[in-house]
Every structure is written in structure tokens, then in C-alpha cells.
């Protein structure tokens, strides 16, 4: 039995599919599937049974899978913690995100705090986001809405954030003089907006969904200094900000808040609840949550 074999075996009972778990390993499924049964003969008991079309972790497979995950954990804590002796960088963060409305704030106040830290941000679709979480392959994930315990067993998340949201308008438009917008009066205008799949798109076409509308989409991209520059500059149509941004120093006087109660968006932090943290972990989830206390407090102020 080999440690590669333990791995195998975990991605397999977190993604309960073989064939998923090759994918994420770049390994062929026959390789992942040899590999497990393998491990079943040197047991001598099954791991797996099979439910409709997945496989799930049966009584032995469930025991086997916490004693190899706390295996594997320990080692990977124990090379992380080597490398902290050894003066590298602070600790580096793997993020993944669906709703890039925060992240620049977010990281200039992690520059500010941890100078020797590193920041690894990527964009990833919901369902990407928890297979990654799940087999350990990121560190945190910012979702909005936040990823429940009903859509992975795996994965802990912490509300951090309840933000109503605001609009961003060019001074020439016609909803620029107002200091508050419903969305009945924004709702004919163009949008520029993420494209489907991230947490904002999915939030707004719910929005125009319950109204019986459809947005008019004229610009995609998750790229927030571009959505900015196609509303300030190109003037292509309005865009969906934080309630935050209205305090911003340089794009505030653009933002308009909104009176639409349904204009309501909730951000969770989520990481493996079944992963050890290591020390910059934990850092990094201190100052997550401190972060977004900040901003409700913005938020509920204005």
C-alpha cells in the first residue's frame, strides 16, 4: 500500500466517481479503478457500494477513508509546516472565487497585512469550486451564494457578507442624478455583467427571472476594471456593483444604491471542514472574516 494509492482512493470516495476522479488525478479511470481494487484485496472488504449511477463509501470504506485522510492530511501538514522552518514565504493561499466584486479590495488588504504572503486567486464555476474544495486542491473559495451542506458534506461555510448591492451609471445617463434606483427603473437599460456561472449573473438573471424579464446583455466579463471601463469609458450600458462601491473613492461618484429588496446578495467563505488547517491557513481565515466584518459594517451604514 503506497500513499499515491491512499490519494487515489480519497479523491475517489469525495467525488464518489471513478471517472471524475481520474479526471482530477490526469490519470485514465481503468488506472484509478485498478488502484482501488487493489487496495480492496489487501483489506480483504469492499470500500465502495454503488447507488444508482455513484459510488459511495460503505461502512469499512468510511473508516478506511478517515484514517487515510488523517494520514495524508498529516503529512501534507507536516511538509508545509518544513517549509515555514526553512523561511520561504509566509504561507500562500490558494482562492477560488465565482463573484469577483470583492477581490480587489481583498487583496490590496491582504498585500497591506502579510507582505511576504502570496495570494493565489481563480475563477472557478460552482461546481469546479466544490470538487476542488472536496479533494483538497484549494485552500478557500468566496461563493456567492454560499455553498451549503446539502450541495457538498465536506465543505464548511461561514456567512460572511450580506450585501444589498448598487448600480454603476455614467454621468450622461439618465439615472445618474438619482440617489436611489429601483429595479423597475434600471431594468430596460443594457447590463454589462459576468458571464453565466458566476455568482453575480446567476444572482441578477434570478432578479429579472422573478420579474418575468430577461436582461439585456450587452457585455460579459469577469474583469471588474473592464466592466468599469465599458460603463465609464464605452458607455455600453449599466452595471451591477456592491453596495460598497459607493464608497469608493474613485468609482463612488458613479454608483447609485438601490431600493429593490430583491437586489440581495449573501457571500460565504467555505473550506474542508475534514482538512487539518495549517498556521497560514488559519491566518488566512482570521483575516477573511475580519475583512468582510469591515465591509458589513460599510454595508449597514449606508
Known sequence: ???????????????????????????????????????EEELGTQLFDLEKRRIVLNENGAYFYREAKDILNRLDRLVDNMAARQEQ????????YNNAGYLSALNNAFMEHYPKGVLSETFARRSEIIDLLNTGKADFAIT?????????????T??????????????????????????????????????KGSGMRDTIDAIYAKHGMTPNVVYETNDMDLQQRAVLVNKIGIAFMSII????????????????DHCFGTVGLSYNKFRPMTAGMQEFKRFAVAFFSKLQEMADEI
Open 89 to 96: 514565504a509566509e504561507f500562500t493561499t490558494q482562492l477560488l
Open 144 to 156: 456567492l451564494p454560499p455553498i451549503t451542506g446539502e450541495e457538498s458534506r465536506m465543505i464548511e
Open 1 to 39: 500500500m503506497e500513499l499515491r494509492d491512499l490519494r487515489y482512493f480519497c479523491v475517489t470516495a469525495e467525488l464518489e466517481s471513478v471517472t471524475r476522479a481520474a479526471d482530477s488525478l490526469c490519470v485514465s479511470q481503468p488506472f484509478v479503478t485498478k488502484v482501488i481494487h487493489r487496495l
Open 158 to 195: 461561514i456567512t460572511v457578507l450580506k450585501d444589498t448591492g448598487s448600480i454603476m451609471v455614467p454621468p450622461d445617463h439618465p439615472l445618474y442624478e438619482k440617489s436611489f434606483v429601483t429595479f423597475e427603473e434600471l431594468a430596460p437599460y443594457p447590463i454589462v455583467i459576468a458571464p
Open 245 to 260: 462601491h459607493t464608497r469608493d473613492p474613485l468609482i463612488g461618484q458613479y454608483c447609485r444604491k438601490t431600493l429593490s
